[in-house]
């Protein structure tokens, strides 16, 4: 039980600063999701490219 309040603490104190920046600024935060999303899409298919040819 104790590791559950702690995840939920760790995820809170993480989303938090967020959250604040989505009131201030919603453009931004989709922009900074976009980007991440991005990063992560051309990572995934950068790698299975280069299993696929061996590089």
Not at 4 to 16: E, P, S, W
Not at 35 to 54: A, D, L
Request: hydrophobic share 55%.
């Amino acid at each position: 039980m104790p590791g559950t309040a702690l995840g939920l603490f760790l995820i809170d104190f993480m989303v938090r600063p967020f959250v604040r920046i989505y009131e201030k600024w919603p453009l931004a935060m989709l922009l900074i999701v976009l980007i991440f999303y991005s990063i992560i899409g051309y990572i995934v298919i950068r790698s299975v490219y280069m299993t696929e040819h061996g590089n």
